[in-house]
């Protein structure tokens, strides 16, 4: 143990620990208090270098956390970060679920065994790519409520579900001697409701008091009982250090989320270079950051329904660690390295102020003075040399001639030792694991369609058709609409109009008879108008037709606002060849609705639901049907790398089209061969580059190893629009090529 150069006030019951940086295993067990001054969070009183990242717990299983803790703990970091999901825990209003993904407190406690801090970030409104921002649907009904704003019936149920949350988690508080420091209420609140917002702070200074603990809020308005800290992709280079300095000068400097960025349908892969990662990680311990989170660190998977309007089942990828468990390099060891050097240093980073100094660079005749390349020293041991110009150049420091590329930090000890440059990882291997390829395949199907039976499920019968979300809750993404109509023409080009919504597909079906289908991906909310031309020229006009359509929702947009009451599936009217399909005089010309799939309701990816139905083995009678539902059986003792989660097992889903698959009951989540289509113009926030053009935007899905078993494991697909080729489909595993290439296995 050393003694800190700082001084310090011990509060709370117990002895002052004076070790740094302090990790969750200095204190675990026993009660510590929990504060901060201008410069960190302080543990005990002590200044606490928090290095962090995202992984949120229902984006992967529990069996994966202890694999996932103990790779961050070693690339590393000493602080989780998780949002708590509203919708996960609470999808039926009143009944709160925290089994199996959503089991919060066996997260906590995997965080706490590998001596890792907790940031709890509760919201309850998280954005973060899931599906409606994480509020229920349920939410829609409640009379008079206007989300995020100062709507009594909002602040009720929003401070209700918070103090659940608060109750649940309280033996994982940092004064039970749990691993929670920080909480976070609200997220990214860029309305203008200033009352709403002193609510909040009101809610964290009484209420939420006897947490003891520190409360952020991020990105946006901020409550003055809480920390307001930086969303960005670099918080020194966009002003945003200088300005908190300058607002909030007794408040530290917390960096919540370092964006990584995650996938759409239809997209291409964007990454962001490991250099640029590097670089506005190593700026922000210069310029005085003591927290620091990776958005994701992990991002893990939108396994079932979870996504939001748009969002590929991968999430986050281009992260530390991939989305389907194995280091993402040269981005994993990098930061690491650099990780462990403000960790070592990080007695002498807090006992400081940060302090900017600027050093010439070489104009190519003389040393000039720019604004742009500046030092941040800590003595006696630690300096930063920092370029933030565009290209590459020289600078002076120390009499030294130093290159920098573009954008880049170089950290040296006291005697010019260079210890870490943010451009320079060549000697990071990034072919550190490779695709086995069919560990599992072909797959010996049967088939069974959806459509060969007539549904006694029970049906809402309407004039109109009905908006998908009050009919369904969100507890399935399908909802059949069926009507009878009676053609005027049948024309081969038949217009069919329908006001639907973003991110919704519609299938359309004549007496049985697949038609088309309209889709939008787009990671948005609000209105869309499908128009679409229809072949009918095989059927009779002045004949009566039942015409379905499947809508399927490719989930809820996650920005929620004041008033924005998100709908699925169909929004208004349907005109089929010019005719208006609305009708309140004839009940036989009425909209039925059916609420999700026979196959879901007889849960036939079950063990118990498969024998629920008749499949033929005739199975290629399936190819290219849309609504079919495609089942198998695998064993998987034969895998040469038992450990699937550094191993991880994937489904290669190329033949296939769109749909759902389950591994042993269990929801994969949307699958999508879609391609990605690459533009001209750079994509947003913080990526460089385009990767996998043309290509499906996502192949490979990733199996949590909790979900498979050595024999015997029961896969089914449904997959909406036909697949083209299931034959082809199988199990893939990556494996790690060596286990001595980079520093993290070490
Ligand atoms: C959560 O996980 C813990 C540890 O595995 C277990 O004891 C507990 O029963 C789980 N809780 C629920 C609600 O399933
Ligand atoms: C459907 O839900 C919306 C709120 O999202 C509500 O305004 C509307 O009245 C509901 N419609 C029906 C038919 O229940
Ligand atoms: C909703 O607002 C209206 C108009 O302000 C009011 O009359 C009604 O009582 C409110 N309903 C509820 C349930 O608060
Ligand atoms: C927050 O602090 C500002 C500046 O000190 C003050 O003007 C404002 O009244 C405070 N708000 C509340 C709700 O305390
Ligand atoms: C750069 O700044 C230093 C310190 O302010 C000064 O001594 C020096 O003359 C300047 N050099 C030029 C080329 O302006
Ligand atoms: C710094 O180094 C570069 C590359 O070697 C060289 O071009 C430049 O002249 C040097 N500047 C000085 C002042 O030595
Ligand atoms: C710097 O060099 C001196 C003399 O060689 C040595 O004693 C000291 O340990 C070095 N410091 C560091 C930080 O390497
Ligand atoms: C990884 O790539 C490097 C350079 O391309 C190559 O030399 C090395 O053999 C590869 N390593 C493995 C394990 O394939
Ligand atoms: C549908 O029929 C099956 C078997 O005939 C029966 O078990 C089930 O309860 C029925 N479902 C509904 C919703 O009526
Ligand atoms: C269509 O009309 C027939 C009678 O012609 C009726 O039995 C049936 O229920 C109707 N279908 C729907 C979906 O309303
Ligand atoms: C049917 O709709 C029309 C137009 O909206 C309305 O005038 C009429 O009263 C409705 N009839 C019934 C039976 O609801």
Not at 261 to 284: C, L, M
Request: glycine letters at 6%; a negative charge; one cysteine or more.
């Amino acid at each position: 143990m050393r003694l800190l150069p700082v001084t310090y006030i011990c509060v709370g019951i117990l002895t002052c620990v004076a070790t740094s940086p302090i990790t969750y295993d200095d204190v675990r067990g026993t009660p510590y208090t929990v504060g901060y001054d201008h410069r960190a969070i302080t543990i005990n009183g002590v200044r606490t270098m928090l290095i962090s990242g995202a992984i949120h717990y229902p984006r992967s299983t529990p069996a994966m956390w202890p694999y996932i803790m103990k790779m961050a703990k070693n690339q590393g970091l000493n602080t989780v970060q998780t949002y708590v999901f509203w919708n996960l825990h609470e999808q039926k209003q009143g009944i709160l679920d925290f089994t199996g993904r959503a089991n919060l407190s066996a997260f906590l406690q995997e965080a706490a065994n590998a001596g890792l801090f907790v940031n709890l970030r509760i919201g309850p409104y998280v954005s973060a790519e899931w599906t409606y921002g994480g509020l229920p649907v349920w939410l829609n009904q409640v009379p008079n409520i206007s989300f995020r704003s100062s709507n009594d019936a909002w602040k009720r149920l929003m401070r209700q579900f918070i103090l659940n949350i608060v109750d649940y988690v309280t033996p994982y508080l940092a004064k039970n001697g749990g691993p929670i420091i920080v909480a976070q209420i609200e997220n990214e609140y860029a309305g203008d409701d200033r009352a709403y917002v002193d609510w909040c702070g009101t809610l964290v200074n009484n209420e939420l008091s006897s947490t003891e603990i520190p409360w952020i809020m991020c990105n946006g308005l901020s409550a003055n009982s809480t920390i307001e800290t930086c969303n960005s992709c670099n918080c020194l280079d966009d002003g945003w250090i200088d300005q908190h300095r300058q607002m909030y000068p007794d408040k530290p400097l917390m960096f919540t989320e370092n964006e990584g960025w995650f996938q759409q349908w239809g997209q291409p892969i964007s990454i962001r270079k490991t250099s640029d990662v590097a670089y506005s990680v190593a700026e922000w311990f210069a310029g005085g950051g003591a927290y620091h989170a990776y958005y994701m660190w992990h991002g893990g998977n939108n396994y079932g329904r979870i996504a939001a309007s748009g969002v590929t089942t991968l999430y986050a990828d281009d992260v530390c660690l991939h989305a389907d468990g194995t280091p993402n390099e040269p981005k994993y060891t990098q930061l690491s390295r650099l990780q462990h050097i403000i960790a070592d240093r990080a007695e002498v980073l807090l006992s400081q102020d940060s302090i900017r100094t600027t050093i010439p660079y070489w104009n190519g005749k003389a040393w000039a003075n720019g604004t742009s390349q500046f030092v941040y020293s800590y003595p006696p041991s630690t300096h930063f040399v920092i370029s933030q110009a565009t290209s590459p150049l020289f600078v002076l420091f120390r009499n030294q001639n130093i290159s920098m590329n573009d954008h880049s930090v170089r950290i040296y000890d006291d005697n010019m030792t260079l210890l870490w440059y943010s451009a320079d990882y060549s000697d990071i291997a990034s072919n550190t694991t490779e695709l086995v390829p069919v560990v599992v395949g072909p797959l010996d199907w049967q088939t069974w369609s959806e459509s060969s039976v007539k549904s006694n499920l029970s049906v809402i019968s309407s004039p109109n058709p009905i908006g998908q979300l009050n009919i369904t809750n969100d507890e399935t993404i399908y909802l059949w609409y069926r009507r009878n109509v009676t053609l005027k023409q049948a024309s081969a080009d038949t217009i069919l109009r329908v006001q639907t919504r973003i991110a919704n597909a519609l299938l359309f079906f004549l007496n049985g008879q697949y038609l088309g289908e309209f889709d939008d991906h787009n990671h948005q909310a609000g209105s869309a108008e499908a128009f679409i031309v229809l072949d009918l020229s095989h059927f009779n006009s002045n004949q009566q037709y039942l015409f379905e359509i499947l809508s399927i929702s490719f989930g809820l947009f996650s920005g929620v606002y004041a008033n924005t009451f998100e709908q699925k599936g169909i929004d208004g009217n349907v005109w089929l060849d010019g005719q208006l399909l609305l009708d309140n005089t004839t009940e036989t010309n009425f909209w039925n609705h059916q609420k999700g799939l026979i196959g879901e309701y007889l849960q036939i990816y079950t063990e118990q639901g498969s024998s629920k139905v008749d499949w033929d083995t005739q199975w290629t009678k399936g190819i290219n049907q849309p609504i079919t539902w495609f089942q198998a059986r695998f064993d998987l003792d034969h895998l040469i790398r038992e450990d699937k989660n550094a191993n991880p097992i994937l489904l290669d889903a190329l033949g296939l089209n769109r749909g759902h698959a389950f591994i042993n009951g269990n929801d994969l989540g949307l699958y999508w061969l879609i391609q990605g289509i690459c533009e001209n113009n750079q994509p947003c926030c913080c990526q460089h580059a385009q990767t996998n053009c043309l290509k499906p935007t996502q192949r490979y899905y990733h199996i949590p190893p909790d979900w498979l078993r050595p024999k015997n494991n029961l896969i089914t697909i449904f997959d909406d629009l036909g697949a083209p080729s299931p034959g082809s489909v199988g199990l893939v595993q990556r494996v790690v090529k060596s286990s001595k290439i980079n520093d993290f296995f070490l």
